[in-house]
């Protein structure tokens, strides 16, 4: 990632001396810097940039020009990503107004902020307003892109918190398994965004008490997070410790189980190694509270 960064940046400059700050080839190599940014964890970096990107394009090329209008939305998701909800909700429905006029209500660029401004809404709290919304832009993405596009399938996960957080419980469940289902067509169970979708339908599972749902579903993410991150990881730890807690609610041979699954666990619990995890501290106090049962 390193390189590619050091590439994008080198790019940047020579396009930025050979063109100019505002020139749109330079603000298209900024955006992949931008995003670059993003994937080395520099977020607020990337978002100071892809700021700049949007102001620039702004003022040279109209606010309502499609590469602005690319740029904003941009700007949006890294608003998001940052917990920056309020300032995200206003420029979602800046984006959001301005797409539906440009490209109409059926484009995929209307499409990808409407997703967007449902996220927002969501996350201020605004959860009626989400969920009409996310209604229609779900269906909306199935008819245009296809029920298992990764667009479709992204924002899907997005509408299941959605659904859950109107006390829409089995619709969230039903979803949670239509996405799934699609995923594991679309990509197999090996991938990163199949086993998360696979993990929030059995965490909805057992928050709803279906113990017998959900403890296979456990069974299954455990051995595929063994299989592509290895024993020790601590997403493999975690899912172990949550299986665990599901097999102390049965017969006398399933709390041996988990017995034997939370001693496996110590084994391998390294905590001191684990930095370079984004969510590493909250994994550790729910490993932890798990061990102490």
């Given amino acids: ?29 900024a955006s992949n810097l931008s995003i670059e940014l993003t994937m080395l964890g520099r ?10 990107v949007y102001e620039q394009k702004a003022s ?16 949006v998701v890294d608003l998001i990503d940052l917990g920056h909800s309020t300032e995200a909700l206003g420029h979602a429905r800046t984006s959001y107004q301005a797409h539906l006029r440009v490209f109409g209500d059926g484009s995929p660029h209307t ?23 996310g209604e229609q832009t779900m269906a909306r993405l199935r008819h245009s892109l296809g029920p298992d596009h990764p667009d479709t399938l992204q924002f899907g996960t ?40 696979l993990s929030m339908l059995v965490t909805l599972h057992v928050r709803q008490g279906r113990r017998s749902w959900a403890l296979p ?4 993410l ?25 097999l102390d609610e049965g017969s006398a041979r399933s709390r041996e189980r988990a017995r034997q699954l939370r001693r ?19 994994i550790q106090d729910e490993i932890d509270r798990g061990l102490r049962r």
């Fill in 264 to 282: 496996s666990v110590v084994v391998r619990y390294r905590p001191e190694s684990w930095p370079w995890i984004p969510d590493h501290a909250m």
């Fill in 60 to 75: 040279r090329f109209g606010a309502e020009a499609p590469t602005t209008l690319l740029s904003l939305n941009s700007l």
């Fill in 111 to 133: 499409l990808r902020t409407a997703a967007n401004l449902a996220i927002a809404l969501k996350n201020v709290g605004e959860l009626s307003e989400a969920c009409h919304l």
């Fill in 222 to 246: 455990h051995r595929a997070r063994r299989e592509t991150l290895g024993e020790a990881h601590p997403y493999t730890l975690v899912v172990a410790v949550r299986r665990a807690a599901i």
């Fill in 43 to 52: 977020s607020q970096e990337a978002l100071e940039l892809d700021l700049t």
């Fill in 158 to 197: 997005e509408f299941v918190s959605i659904l859950f957080g109107i006390g829409a419980e089995e619709s969230a469940v039903c979803l949670a398994q239509d996405i799934y289902d699609g995923s594991f067509a679309r990509f197999g169970l090996h991938t990163p965004f199949t086993l998360n979708v």
């Fill in 1 to 29: 990632m390193e390189e590619a960064y050091d590439a994008d940046m080198q790019t940047w400059l020579t396009k930025m001396a050979v063109f100019g700050p505002d020139h749109l080839e330079t603000l298209i190599s």
């Fill in 217 to 220: 579903l456990y069974e299954l």
